[in-house]
């Protein structure tokens, strides 16, 4: 309470602010003059120091900081430096530490903002830079103190997916001590690595390593397994996530002894998926000899037995124990957790769609994972290599890599990473087998890299295996003997080549499952542009998600192998114990206040509200907030016609302060951007990481949603004379605060509206979808709007400020 | 598992074909068309011939359609169709052991 007390009193103060711009060695003061920036903060109103030094962010830097507020009595302190998604919390934290409510603390973001997208213009680059810090001098001003608000959490994880890296994480958390509950779509759980024969570099056999796991995820007192289930609802968020898990009927009680009677009697078969289609299985099957859980399933699909009607009844009888249930219904459990792990996995590619390698029209062309089946000593051919044409053994092998991987043409732009050593682990396995069996690799380039794996690269070319440098163009095929030829150019002797082989392998890439969809909308998460889950950060947060309780493993965020999987999936165990071990979190203080004397309780605010956490009293006409609800992207408080509400931390005032900072001078040359922080602030990083050169001409102002972006707002902007606004956000679906970006196209498009009926330009206000990977498609946008600043005339800017003139009135 | 399947299964010679005669007799049956209705794979149609009660008996399109399952006899109510199953070389050896 005493803090309270001191923070209130604070409030009441005059502000005393302190600015601190930071050289980051070169990086900033490489393409800037920070200390004539220093300099001119000096000059803005309410700042009683500021300085420039080398590293803000040393403990140094901090230390300096601390020592001012007591020193100085600074009650706001400015920081210009990298992006507030990075330093934020370290420069929260060192004015907690010195007495300052962590609230009363902004960020200029003046290096992947500015100097790095700005490298080779020092004197506008230096401007812009100051423009930066008056805008967040304008804010810090304007700042109020806030308490957090602390969540329980309850001790239980989801995990969602039981491949390898589903199965570490749950593991891990099971062993920790926690509740894990494990959700698997498919009747068993292993994934890929089930599928696999052996495993680079080591050449263990896979499922011989992975079964103790698997059945330790099936025992376990700590794991409940859910297999043949699907995830179909997540609600509330970090800590107290509520799911609905669907559980499919298997049809096939736990009485099931797996004596595999009643597939004997079985009269329907069909291709058995778990094989890629190499194999048949029955109506009631177990897709693998070492599924966990061992328990066999009916496919309805295939059943006779339909709506309960029993037509067949020859499995029924053949069971002893009685396990069969035709009766079961699905189901659904409703579980609270408090982390989730997406260990997802992830699709291969389907080589169909390149038809010059004639894959599903030539028999013996195969896949890898075709491949994997058929040497494995479990699959369909017992582990001989034969060809599907005449079930012979081929004396002459050739593999394609970078299938589906690597390619603007067809496929993936992206390395797929496991398919090179995947592929030289099959040579030596053939090799192994076999050994006057002739192999070729055509290859773009041979990735080793990891540990060992230049080794087996070595090893495989010792034994003989021939690589060529150069994909082929074309696969032909001999229609008698069903023979392949491999024509293409070889990149190192310059020269065509035409092979001719009994077989040919597609080395395929992965890519990101089909559903992940469903599971990014139902966990609001973020995607790239490959459709790989993203993370936090890409180097400190990488197992992460940007939406608070929900980590990463294995195949989802990213294609990689089993050790990388297993690593990630043990980093997020640990990531979600640390959560869970915790027992509470605080939650941001960025909810939404109200002022119930402005309030009509038109409930316009509890439409847009994406989490349902406004409540219209129609009693005491009034609105009620659940704050544990809220996700804090403001867009009620851009919906209210009244000013009766506002966000903290992102106030009206506070952003019209720096809307009217930017604008004090030469506004007409300026593009105002209000971008979110969870896409488009994070491309506009990105641009900034990647020194992706851009006008200086434009000002961002950082919003937790584009749908937090009140027309007011816009209108204030144009109103004082700026050239160009710009409003950016997540993806239309792909929004952080699940749909609130919608909002944001209806008011752009209303102001577009208006625009257009006053006679104005509607180019000088721009929407732009720009995730956190696009930084190129924010630069461009700049790039294109800079036309439009200098294609705007000043009667045009006038008219503008004619137009929008009622927006500065009221505040 | 997402994966298209392309080429046909290697074992699929492996697969024990159920063979069965279906023996209807005709003049029993009253033309219910249960068989036809409840059969699950389709393998009976009603025919054009009119027996001796005066009703169209169901046909066989297609014997090897037939898996055995009995449930036509199950649900004629004049038991007027019965299948019996035809032994093959493996299932003998199978009934041996």
């Known amino acids: 309470m005493a803090e309270n007390k001191e923070s209130q ?86 004015c907690e530490e010195a007495g300052l409510n962590k609230y009363l603390f902004e960020m200029a973001n003046i290096r992947e903002h500015c100097s790095w997208v700005h490298l080779h213009d020092r004197e506008a680059a230096t401007e812009k830079a100051k423009d930066l810090v008056k805008m967040a001098v304008a804010k810090a001003a304007l700042l109020q103190p806030a308490e957090e608000a602390e969540v329980p959490i309850t001790r239980k994880a989801l995990v969602i997916g039981g491949g390898v890296a589903g199965i570490q994480a749950a593991l891990d958390l099971a062993d920790t001590g926690y509740r894990v509950y494990v959700v698997e779509k498919e009747p068993s759980i292993g994934g890929m690595m089930a599928r696999i024969d052996k495993t680079f570099p080591t050449m263990d056999c896979s499922i011989c390593i992975l079964a103790p796991k698997m059945s330790d995820v099936g025992h376990h007192p700590n794991i409940e397994l859910l297999t043949n289930s699907e995830v179909t609802e997540v609600k509330g968020y970090i800590g107290n996530f509520h799911v609905k898990v669907l559980k499919k009927p298997r049809y096939v009680t736990k009485d099931c002894s797996a004596c595999g009677e009643c597939v004997k009697v079985c009269p329907i078969v069909a291709p058995n998926e778990f094989d890629v289609g190499l194999a048949i299985r029955h109506g009631i099957f177990t897709p693998f000899a070492q599924a966990v859980p061992s328990t066999y399933i009916v496919d309805m699909n295939l059943c006779l037995n339909k709506e309960g009607v029993i037509v067949c009844d020859k499995c029924i009888r053949a069971c002893e124990r009685q396990a069969i249930k035709f009766e079961m219904k699905p189901e659904t459990e409703e579980i609270e957790v408090g982390t989730i792990i997406v260990a997802t996995g992830a699709d291969v590619f389907d080589p169909s769609v390149l038809p010059n390698y004639g894959y599903g029209k030539f028999p013996n062309v195969i896949t890898s994972l075709e491949f994997e089946r058929l040497i494995n000593a479990g699959g369909p051919s017992g582990g001989h290599l034969i060809r599907p044409s005449d079930k012979q053994i081929p004396k002459r092998v050739a593999f394609v890599q970078c299938v589906g991987s690597r390619s603007d043409k067809a496929g993936k732009l992206y390395c797929s990473n496991v398919c090179c050593m995947n592929t030289i682990k099959d040579s030596l396995l053939i090799k192994e087998h076999w050994p006057d069996t002739e192999i070729y690799v055509f290859y773009i380039d041979i990735r080793a890299y990891g540990k060992g794996f230049e080794d087996l690269y070595k090893r495989a070319r010792g034994e003989g295996v021939v690589f060529v440098r150069g994909l082929p163009a074309e696969i032909k095929e001999d229609k008698k003997t069903h023979n392949l030829w491999l024509i293409g150019e070889d990149t190192l002797k310059n020269e065509v080549y035409k092979i001719k082989a009994d077989m040919a392998i597609l080395s395929i ?303 | 598992m997402p994966e298209r399947i392309r080429h046909a299964a290697l074992d699929k010679e492996t697969i024990k074909q159920v063979k069965t005669e279906i023996h209807l007799i005709k003049d029993e049956c009253k033309g219910c068309g249960y068989c036809i209705e409840y059969c699950p794979r389709n393998a009976l149609e009603e025919s054009d011939e009119i027996n001796a009660r005066g009703v169209h008996p169901p046909k066989v399109v297609d014997e090897s359609k037939c898996i055995n399952c009995g449930f036509c006899t199950a649900v004629c109510p004049d038991f007027a169709i019965f299948v019996v199953e035809k032994p093959n070389e493996k299932d003998e050896k199978h009934a041996k052991s």
């Open chain 1, 9 to 94: 009193s604070k409030q009441q103060e005059e502000p005393r602010i302190g600015v601190y711009i930071c050289h980051c060695g070169l990086n900033i003061a490489g393409s800037l003059d920070c200390a004539d920036v220093a300099k001119f903060a000096g000059t803005l109103p309410h700042v009683v120091l500021a300085q420039d030094n080398r590293y803000t962010c040393s403990d140094q830097g901090q230390a300096g900081i601390k020592k001012d507020i007591k020193e100085h009595k600074l009650n706001r302190v400015v920081v210009a430096s990298c992006s507030p998604r990075l330093h934020e919390p370290t420069f929260r934290k060192a």
């Open chain 1, 509 to 811: 890439g992965l890519e990101a499952r089909k559903d992940s969809e469903m599971i990014q909308r139902m966990l609001t998460l973020s995607r790239n542009q490959d459709g790989f889950f993203l993370e936090a950060h890409p180097k400190l947060r990488p197992v992460d998600a940007a939406t608070g309780g929900i980590f990463f493993a294995g195949c989802a965020e990213s294609p990689k192998d089993i050790k990388d999987s297993v690593t990630q999936a043990s980093a997020a165990a640990a990531r979600a114990g640390i959560l869970m071990a915790k027992g509470k979190v605080t939650v941001e203080a960025i909810t939404p206040v109200v002022f119930p004397e402005k309030c009509k309780a038109c409930g316009l605010c509890v439409k847009v509200c994406p989490y349902n956490a406004i409540t219209l009293n129609k009693e005491k006409k009034r609105i009620e907030i659940i704050q544990a609800a809220c996700g804090g992207c403001g867009t009620c408080a851009a919906e209210c016609a009244f000013g009766a509400l506002t966000q903290s931390h992102f106030t009206d005032d506070q952003i019209i302060g720096q809307i009217d900072a930017v604008t004090e001078h030469d506004a007409d040359k300026k593009i105002i951007a209000f971008n979110c922080n969870w896409c488009s602030y994070a491309g506009a990083d990105f641009a900034g990481v990647s020194r992706m050169q851009y006008p200086p001409n434009v000002r961002i102002i950082r919003t937790m949603c584009s749908g937090r972006v009140a027309p007011k707002f816009i209108e204030r902007a144009f109103a004082r004379g700026a050239a160009t606004v710009l409003v950016s956000g997540c993806h239309i679906g792909d929004c952080h605060y699940i749909n609130a970006n919608y909002q944001t196209q209806k008011r752009v498009e209303r102001l577009w509206k208006k625009m257009e009926q006053s006679g104005l330009n509607k180019e000088r206000l721009q929407l732009l979808w720009c995730s956190a990977a696009e930084g190129e498609k924010f630069a461009s946008k700049i790039r294109e709007m800079k036309s439009t600043v200098d294609k705007v005339k000043p009667e045009e800017i006038e008219k503008a400020k004619e137009v929008f003139k009622k927006a500065l009135e009221g505040t």
